[in-house]
């Protein structure tokens, strides 16, 4: 692929198709695989520090993403931006949305980095274990300072992926996880001359890491060869109309996330009362289910990308075509990770194990071979949720896609756990269950929605009224979560039995 444009995908593979399809979707599943492999060597060297430090290092990094997944939300979605851009051709708008997000991401990072000074205050109202709440409140300081980073890695990155060149996204990915493990190494423990910061060490890599991804990004779009075809520099200034539009459809987008990783946090919280055993039982069976969720998780990126330029382009027939392609793929990666986690659970343990106590482990690995269960249940219908929902969301189906989340997760998920705890006793089993009945329900939800058709008809970008068929995204919300959850049922291969 050049390093201006991604046209070589569509001169070498047919529109549509699996081939098309891999060439985008490989490098961001391998990219996200990366990352996922991050947090869990994160994981891994904070269990052979201490129990306390893994069972705290999953609450404070899932609230500090609580307070991130808005602005991160609304950033990424300028990757939807960008494709449709790329796709009618407009290079000069392609940068000024990046521009726009870009600023965005340094106002909202400054915001979130005043979270830092309260996050003793914070863990001390949760009413988790004394040494465990000192731990999570070091963990979320030092995270919430490196805000701008995270949020500005996002938002650069798109003006890649968005235009297909996603093993650019790979090849950063790799150098700042690299960077990251080799810091978690020296910061945590102490080696190479640094002091030993532990927990805060672990932090302090992770922000280091997102900020030398930024500085490769910024290099990599400030080349010549980038400059004479997108006219970078020229398009760096705030445009408030497109700014507004950002807003108006990355917000939801933005909310959504926020709604699904709160309703995380609020569960990984009831989690915690019931006991540190069951905390970090929950946390590394969550690491682990990172193994197939992430990369999927790539592919519904090459969706949202391919979606996008296709609308861009005016043809929802080829992004539909794509979508399914998509699913068919994530969809059998999701079964085989189900396999493994029922046929060789010892197998995905034997890291922590490796660096763990003996005999407090035994304990931890028995109910995380349960928690797995769980995870082979839902984890196709996660592979549907993403995807579906990337399709949508790419069109500007956003305000629909952020109801569904919010809905299922808090009323499907946090509240019957938050009952269950408060009125029966506190159940770890149940606590999954509810979890799963979550994620089941929304990929149904999804592909209702999907198979309905509105975004077929959406736009993000500008247009003109004698477009055929247009319809301004987010338009008709009367249909529903119910509507979607109905035609989902009929368009289950349950409902024929």
Not at 142 to 166: D, E, N, V
Request: charged letters at 10%; one cysteine or more; glycine letters at 8%.
């Amino acid at each position: 692929m050049t390093a201006g444009s991604a046209a070589p995908i569509r001169q070498t593979a047919t529109p549509g198709g699996y081939a098309e399809l891999l060439a985008i979707a490989v490098p961001l599943m391998l990219s996200a695989g990366t990352q996922s492999l991050m947090h869990i060597v994160d994981r891994i060297f904070l269990t052979g520090l201490s129990s306390a430090a893994l069972a705290a290092s999953l609450p404070a990094g899932i609230l500090f993403w609580s307070c991130l997944s808005l602005p991160f939300g609304t950033a990424s979605y300028i990757n939807a931006f960008v494709a449709q851009y790329e796709g009618a051709g407009q290079r000069d708008r392609v940068i000024a949305s990046v521009a726009q997000g870009v600023w965005f991401a340094i106002f909202a990072g400054l915001l979130l980095m005043g979270f830092a000074p309260f996050s003793q205050a914070i863990f001390a109202l949760i009413g988790h274990e004394a040494r465990i709440a000192a731990l999570e409140a070091e963990y979320f300081y030092w995270l919430s300072l490196g805000a701008i980073p995270a949020l500005l890695s996002a938002t650069l990155s798109s003006f890649f992926s968005g235009r297909g060149q996603t093993r650019v996204v790979l090849a950063v990915n790799i150098a700042s996880v690299a960077a990251n493990v080799l810091l978690d190494y020296a910061m945590i423990f102490g080696n190479w001359g640094l002091p030993a910061w532990g927990i805060t060490g672990a932090a302090i890599a992770t922000n280091l890491a997102n900020f030398l991804a930024c500085v490769v990004y910024a290099g990599l779009m400030l080349r010549p060869s980038i400059e004479r075809q997108y006219h970078v520099l020229r398009n760096l200034s705030l445009d408030f109309d497109l700014l507004a539009r950002l807003l108006r459809f990355g917000l939801p987008s933005g909310l959504q996330m926020f709604v699904d990783v709160a309703g995380f946090t609020v569960f990984m919280l009831i989690i915690g009362l019931i006991g540190e055993a069951e905390l970090a039982a929950t946390n590394i069976a969550f690491n682990l289910n990172t193994l197939a969720f992430i990369p999927v998780v790539g592919i519904g990126i090459a969706v949202s990308t391919l979606v996008g330029q296709r609308i861009g382009e005016g043809r929802p027939d080829l992004a539909e075509a794509s979508t399914w392609r998509a699913f068919s793929l994530g969809g059998a990666y999701m079964v085989v990770f189900g396999v493994i986690y029922m046929v060789l659970p010892d197998l995905l343990l034997w890291p922590y194990a490796a660096s763990a106590n003996r005999e407090s482990f035994d304990g931890i690995r028995s109910t995380v071979i349960v928690l797995l269960r769980f995870v082979t249940l839902y984890s196709f219908f996660d592979a549907m949720a993403i995807i579906f929902g990337s399709a949508i969301r790419s069109a500007g189906d956003t305000r629909f896609s952020m109801i569904a989340t919010g809905s299922c997760a808090w009323f499907l998920m946090v509240l019957p756990t938050w009952l269950v705890w408060k009125w029966y006793r506190p159940d770890l089993i149940l606590s999954w269950a509810f979890c799963s009945a979550y994620v089941i329900a929304l990929g149904f939800i999804m592909l209702a929605r999907f198979r309905q058709g509105r975004w077929r008809s959406m736009k993000i970008i500008e247009h003109t009224a004698a477009e055929p068929g247009y319809e301004p995204a987010n338009a008709g919300e009367a249909h529903v979560i119910g509507t979607a959850f109905a035609g989902a049922v009929c368009e289950s291969p349950q409902a024929e039995v």
